[in-house]
Every structure is written in structure tokens, then in C-alpha cells.
């Protein structure tokens, strides 16, 4: 492997005609070239990784990806800061989906397919972003769920506070993400800096996306402006409730950014009531220039 990578250095660093060539000073090294590519091999199966993670409910597993000190996660517009701030979020969201389960549970399927990395790498190489797509399958059927065991002060809760056990209910979504991440090395190891998630469409896996994105569809108010949440997603009952902040909600978010801040512009239960735009972390690799969303 290491000898094919190192033959397509090399292969890279020859002059190509027709093309403006730097000065040998100004050109990488092979082995910077070598180093650059098994970065990017690197961060791209990392990216991957977190989504086999995710899809078997390993949550535990997913916040030790990210670094020690000044991790944030920012999902749907709700943005959590720190280690005990991704505990809230991942526990306080997520694991609502197995009942606070932290690992694989019958009926439910929560796959994640992610695709599309594009990494760009700082030049010093101790730091990168990745901008990456993803489709998520979310189904879960009626049958009953398994009585867990207490760990580590974290209780898979299968059943309710009479003892009864609990049903997850029918659900059968298809979803398109957009995954924007900020990378760190750490020790010789990337890890996750900042991770943000923007859902910018759902729709009801029968009917895919043949529902219109307008409100009052696919259980939006009917009084619900564009761009805003299901009011379910707002009440104060659901273990996600991003409107009240932490300490208040106990899994609140630190901060709730704008739509116009990330330009994650929701479509929960809703196809698409806006564009998504969030920004790229890369330039046109032609013009070498930052894209803007302006129409021209």
C-alpha cells in the first residue's frame, strides 16, 4: 500500500505539460505528498467509521472520537460545548430512539449510509475539515423491547416508571443529511473538533419525496413558516426540546444558532422547505476562490 502510494507521488510530482508549474522550492515533497494523501485515506474512513458507530446505537464509542478539551456538536441549529455537552446531546437525543439503550436493539434500524467526503487539510497537516453527504434509513417496528441492565450510572431504560415495557412505535423515515466537520491531530490521532449535522430533508419512506415541502404536509402546523420545526420536535415532553437551554433542559443545547448563522434551514417531517446552504469548506478547485450563494 505504502509503496503504491509513494509510486503515485511520484507519479504527481512530475511536471505536466501544459501546465504552469511552481518553482522546486515551492513544490510539496513526495513525502508531504505521501503524508497528505494517508491523512486524507485517514479522515474519510473516520468519517465512515462514526456512521457504523451510529447506526448500532454506540454512542459511548462516538464522543470519544472527538478531543478532550473544546469539542462541539452542532445539530440542527442546536450547538453543544464540551465533553458533558455531547453527553447530553447524544444521550438526551439520540438514545431516546432505543430508550436510553446504548446498543443494538431489535426492531429498530438506524442506519446512516455517508458518502461524498471531501477533506481538506491545513498546510501544517495538524488540523483538516470535511464536508461529507449522508442518508439515513429510521425504522422501528411495535414489538416489544427487551428489559436491560443498569451500566455506569446510565440505565437502558426498556421499561417505564410502572415497570411496563415499552414500544418504540411505527416510524419508517428516509432522511439526507449534510455533515460539516472540524478535525484536530492530537498525539498523532485525528479527532473530531466540531461536528455539525444539518437534516435537510425528510420524508416518509413509502412516499419518499413526492410530498410537497409546504406547511401543513407530512405533519408540519399548517400555520408553520418555512425553515421551522414540527411543534412536537418544540414541546416540552420530547427528550430533545432545543428551545430551552441548558441547565433548564436538562439536555439542552448550550446555544440555539440561527438558521442564517449556519444556513441549515430545517426540514423536519417536511421535504424541503428551503435550500440548505450551508457553507462549503473548500474552494473551487479551479479558480481556487470561495463559493458565495449569490445568483448571478
Given at each position: 500500500?505504502?509503496?503504491?502510494?509513494?509510486?503515485?507521488?511520484?507519479l504527481v510530482a512530475v511536471p505536466q505539460a501544459g501546465f504552469a508549474q511552481p518553482s522546486a522550492d515551492a513544490r510539496p515533497s513526495i513525502e508531504q505528498r505521501i503524508k497528505a494523501v494517508l491523512d486524507t485515506n485517514e479522515l474519510e474512513r473516520f468519517f465512515s467509521i462514526y456512521g457504523y458507530q451510529q447506526d448500532k446505537s454506540l454512542y459511548f464509542e462516538n464522543i470519544e472520537l472527538f478531543v478532550d478539551k473544546g469539542a462541539e456538536a452542532v445539530f440542527q441549529n442546536a450547538e453543544y460545548r464540551g465533553k458533558e455537552g455531547l453527553a447530553r446531546f447524544w444521550?438526551?437525543?439520540?438514545?431516546h430512539l432505543t430508550?436510553?439503550?446504548f446498543v443494538p436493539v431489535d426492531g429498530l434500524m438506524n442506519d446512516h449510509l455517508l458518502f461524498q467526503p471531501v477533506v481538506t487539510l491545513a498546510a501544517d497537516g495538524q488540523s483538516a475539515r470535511l464536508r461529507g453527504h449522508g442518508r439515513g434509513y429510521i425504522t422501528s417496528y411495535q414489538g416489544k423491547i427487551r428489559v436491560g441492565q443498569s451500566t455506569d450510572g446510565f440505565t437502558d431504560k426498556f421499561v417505564d416508571e410502572k415497570g411496563q415495557q415499552q414500544s418504540m412505535g411505527p416510524l419508517a423515515l428516509v432522511q439526507d443529511y449534510i455533515y460539516e466537520h472540524s478535525f484536530v491531530k492530537e498525539n498523532g490521532a485525528w479527532k473530531l473538533k466540531r461536528w455539525t449535522l444539518c437534516i435537510y430533508a425528510t420524508?416518509?419512506?413509502?412516499?419518499?419525496?413526492?410530498?410537497?415541502?409546504?406547511?401543513?404536509?407530512m405533519g408540519n402546523e399548517a400555520t408553520a413558516k418555512h425553515g421551522e420545526r414540527r411543534k412536537q420536535d418544540m414541546d416540552s415532553e420530547t427528550p430533545e426540546r432545543p428551545h430551552e437551554l441548558y441547565p433548564e433542559n436538562p439536555v439542552g443545547p448550550d446555544e440555539v444558532l440561527s438558521a442564517e448563522?449556519?444556513?441549515c434551514f430545517i426540514a423536519k417531517n417536511q421535504v424541503m422547505a428551503r435550500s440548505a446552504v450551508v457553507p462549503f469548506s473548500f474552494v473551487n478547485p479551479v479558480t481556487g476562490k470561495a463559493v458565495t450563494w449569490k445568483n448571478r
Open positions: 500500500m505504502i509503496a503504491r502510494i509513494a509510486a503515485l507521488a511520484a444521550y438526551g437525543h439520540w438514545a430508550h436510553n439503550a420524508g416518509k419512506y413509502g412516499r419518499g419525496y413526492a410530498d410537497l415541502p409546504i406547511p401543513g404536509i448563522q449556519t444556513g
